[in-house]
């Protein structure tokens, strides 16, 4: 136990849009592990909300035709109704549109100034002469300066995924009129950043959790830390204090509702916010792959500047990919929490061990309908459910309950072991090998059944027969007790047909090893039902057709180019020289490629597909004339072509020489 009360987090759902399998994969973890120290003794405060404002729900709020607070309260339920109905349950979950987060926010933000780590600066920023308003993030649209791409106002998302301060973007159009912005200036505040460089070099090493989110963060703040523009001009959000023209950027007031959710939730059990997030802190963040340099970066800083505790620990999920296909809503690669699972009337058990187990928790995750029912039928079903059935099942009908027996010593410290190991893992995060381990004592169960085969044994030794029931239904009583944080709602019903009338998380454990006690079982009967291949197959088929649906609107949307446009580019085949990682980037690497009357330099964002090995020697093909841009800070001279979601370099059939035309 860890001596001190603990606070878990999740990364803040935004409230535009309903909840997905791809926002479960920090949720339900979260949950596991809040139930799994809960049960192990340890005082735990669970607290999430939603995340109500930035522009991309005012743009949201206007094309509907609602308000941004309206729009905010139908997701916020929504996150809130779902949560539940997957049986991830947290102790507040607030919205940081509150009265608290306000607050608190513009009295973090004040301390943050009047502690010198906050200043004004006149910046230049895209203006919509015929909407007569600013375009802060994603009112905007424009060439990202550093890559080329096509990006939105504030993150080049189909590019470099740089982040992008306000004013940076080139070329910026207004995303509601559609017309061309133009740049004026205008006073905005700025975080100084950059000044936290040594203390998080100090503070990151040291920060628990997944070494994913720790080494990527280390990363960047070795590079280099930029000032953050923590102002937008918005009437949606937390007004910056002084101004009545600026609200504070999302990025400052979101994590913020991290603490005041915990005010909300202690005014209510009348204890003191303080024990969690002044001093010496115990607050683990779960979060999404794609926000850790909010989380590991700018919100330490944040708290460190404002005098108030830091994270121990951030815990970074992978990414989830849908039918092996990267995870897109608007390609139809999307798998919704209520319409595609739980209305079709699906466990949200299933689902929890399909996501706890699949996978390592810092690696992506693949769903995939063909596998979620072979897991479900083989695991679940077929391991679990078996032991668990068969052995109340024999022990109802031949002894009209739990036998009077002590249970053997070895049947105690394989229980232990597990208990042991299970308890190793779960604080290290690995989730995926305590699920595992946890199955692994099922499958312990099954095979001492098996092997003793007390249906032969009771017609020749009963009181052996029945020794085994008991060694049996204690193991039973372990895997419910283990179990119920990964799967609440079965092992609730198994502890039912144990003969206990009381609420299985009410009980430690650590009871695990408690004799179960001669009683009275209630009638039992299958805990898991089978997953049928004809619905798999249906399942698969609502994917699909979403996925037609949305190749054909995408088709649609195309528009044809002539022939003199396309004559318009250089496309030449080219010889990969050289190739070698950028520093700081998982994705990109620095290409040399030989033109045939020159030798060019080329960033391509190929690196998780393909080792500089199997580059070299390549002959690709190549756009040859696009205009120069920087790509993480290296000079990018031309692109070079691949298709599909794996990066499939297109490559000449036969040789051809370096520089050779495609017609």
């Known amino acids: 136990m860890s001596g001190k009360p603990?606070?878990?987090?999740?990364?803040?759902?935004?409230?535009?849009?309903?909840?997905?399998?791809?926002?479960?994969?920090?949720?339900?973890?979260?949950?596991?592990?809040?139930?799994?120290?809960?049960?192990?003794?340890?005082?735990?405060?669970?607290?999430?909300?939603?995340?109500?404002?930035?522009?991309?729900?005012?743009?949201?709020?206007?094309?509907?035709?609602?308000?941004?607070?309206?729009?905010?309260?139908?997701?916020?339920?929504?996150f809130f109704e779902t949560f539940r109905r997957m049986k991830v349950v947290f102790d507040r979950f607030g919205m940081t549109d509150d009265p608290m987060n306000h607050e608190t926010t513009r009295s973090m933000v004040q301390r943050l100034i009047e502690n010198g780590h906050v200043y004004a600066k006149t910046i230049s920023q895209s203006y919509c002469p015929d909407c007569e308003r600013f375009l802060p993030d994603r009112y905007v649209e424009g060439i990202c300066p550093h890559c080329g791409a096509v990006a939105r106002g504030d993150e080049c998302d189909q590019g470099c995924g740089q982040h992008l301060e306000p004013g940076e973007i080139k070329d910026?159009?207004?995303?509601?009129?559609?017309?061309?912005?133009?740049?004026?200036?205008?006073?905005?505040?700025?975080?100084?950043?950059?000044?936290?460089?040594?203390?998080?070099?100090?503070?990151?090493?040291?920060?628990?959790?997944?070494?994913?989110?720790?080494?990527?963060?280390?990363?960047?703040?070795?590079?280099?830390?930029?000032?953050?523009?923590?102002t937008r001009t918005l009437d949606w959000g937390v007004k910056f204090p002084g101004s009545d023209d600026l609200v504070v950027y999302v990025w400052v007031d979101a994590p913020i509702g991290y603490v005041s959710f915990t005010k909300e939730w202690a005014e209510a059990a009348g204890a003191d916010w303080k024990d969690y997030w002044c001093d010496e802190t115990g607050v683990t963040h779960f979060i999404g792959g794609d926000i850790i340099y909010h989380h590991c970066i700018f919100w330490p800083a944040l708290l460190k500047g404002a005098g108030y505790g830091l994270p121990d620990a951030v815990v970074a999920s992978g990414m989830v990919t849908i039918e092996g296909k990267k995870f897109s809503k608007s390609r139809g690669y999307v798998v919704w929490t209520n319409d595609d699972y739980l209305d079709q009337g699906l466990p949200a058990d299933y689902l929890r061990y399909y996501l706890l187990s699949y996978t390592n928790h810092t690696k992506e995750l693949d769903f995939s309908w063909k596998v979620y029912g072979e897991r479900v039928n083989n695991e679940i079903v077929g391991t679990l459910g078996n032991f668990i059935y068969r052995t109340m099942y024999f022990a109802e009908k031949e002894f009209s309950g739990v036998p009077d027996l002590p249970v053997g010593p070895a049947i105690l410290e394989e229980i232990e072991r597990s208990l042991s190991g299970i308890d190793a893992l779960m604080r290290d995060y690995d989730f995926k090998n305590a699920v595992d381990s946890m199955m692994a004592l099922a499958s312990f169960g099954n095979a001492y059944i098996q092997n003793n085969a007390p249906w032969k044994l009771?017609?020749?030794?009963?009181?052996?027969?029945?020794?085994?029931?008991?060694?049996?239904?204690?193991?039973?009583?372990?895997?419910?007790?283990?179990?119920?944080?990964?799967?609440?709602?079965?092992?609730?019903?198994?502890?039912?047909?144990?003969?206990?009338?009381?609420?299985?998380?009410?009980?430690?454990?650590?009871?695990?090893?408690?004799?179960?006690?001669?009683?009275?079982?209630?009638?039992?009967?299958?805990?898991?039902?089978?997953?049928?291949?004809?619905?798999?197959?249906?399942?698969?088929?609502?994917?699909?057709?979403?996925?037609?649906?949305?190749?054909?609107?995408?088709?649609?949307?195309?528009?044809?180019?002539?022939i003199?446009?396309?004559?318009?580019?250089?496309?030449?085949?080219?010889?990969?020289?050289?190739?070698?990682?950028?520093?700081?980037?998982?994705?990109?690497?620095?290409?040399?490629?030989?033109?045939?009357?020159?030798?060019?330099?080329?960033?391509?964002?190929?690196?998780?597909?393909?080792?500089?090995?199997?580059?070299?020697?390549?002959?690709?093909?190549?756009?040859?004339?696009?205009?120069?841009?920087?790509?993480?800070?290296?000079?990018?001279?031309?692109?070079?072509?691949?298709?599909?979601?794996?990066?499939?370099l297109l490559v000449p059939l036969r040789p051809v020489s370096p520089g050779t035309p495609v017609r």
């Open 458 to 562: 009771i017609k020749e030794d009963r009181a052996r027969a029945e020794q085994v029931i008991a060694d049996c239904l204690q193991i039973v009583k372990a895997l419910a007790l283990i179990f119920e944080p990964l799967m609440p709602e079965s092992m609730q019903r198994a502890w039912t047909m144990l003969g206990y009338d009381d609420d299985i998380a009410g009980h430690p454990i650590a009871e695990a090893t408690a004799p179960v006690g001669a009683r009275p079982l209630a009638k039992p009967s299958p805990l898991f039902v089978k997953i049928e291949e004809a619905q798999v197959k249906d399942l698969e088929k609502v994917l699909n057709v979403r996925v037609d649906e949305a190749n054909a609107a995408a088709a649609k949307k195309k528009s044809t180019v002539s």
């Open 6 to 78: 603990l606070l878990v987090t999740c990364g803040l759902p935004y409230t535009n849009g309903p909840c997905h399998i791809g926002h479960l994969r920090t949720y339900v973890p979260a949950d596991f592990y809040v139930r799994y120290l809960r049960r192990s003794g340890e005082e735990v405060v669970f607290v999430c909300g939603s995340d109500n404002h930035g522009t991309p729900i005012v743009i949201s709020a206007e094309q509907e035709g609602s308000t941004p607070r309206a729009l905010s309260e139908r997701y916020h339920q929504h």
């Open 172 to 230: 910026a159009v207004c995303k509601v009129c559609g017309g061309k912005a133009e740049y004026r200036e205008q006073e905005h505040y700025f975080f100084r950043l950059s000044a936290f460089r040594d203390f998080l070099l100090d503070y990151l090493p040291n920060l628990r959790g997944t070494a994913t989110a720790r080494n990527y963060a280390l990363g960047w703040v070795k590079e280099l830390l930029h000032d953050w523009c923590i």
């Open 564 to 648: 003199e446009e396309f004559a318009n580019l250089e496309i030449r085949t080219a010889r990969v020289v050289s190739a070698e990682p950028i520093k700081g980037s998982k994705k990109l690497y620095k290409l040399v490629v030989d033109l045939g009357d020159e030798k060019r330099q080329v960033v391509s964002g190929i690196a998780q597909f393909y080792t500089p090995d199997e580059l070299v020697g390549k002959d690709v093909a190549m756009i040859a004339n696009l205009a120069p841009a920087k790509i993480f800070g290296v000079e990018s001279r031309g692109m070079i072509l691949a298709a599909g979601d794996e990066a499939s």
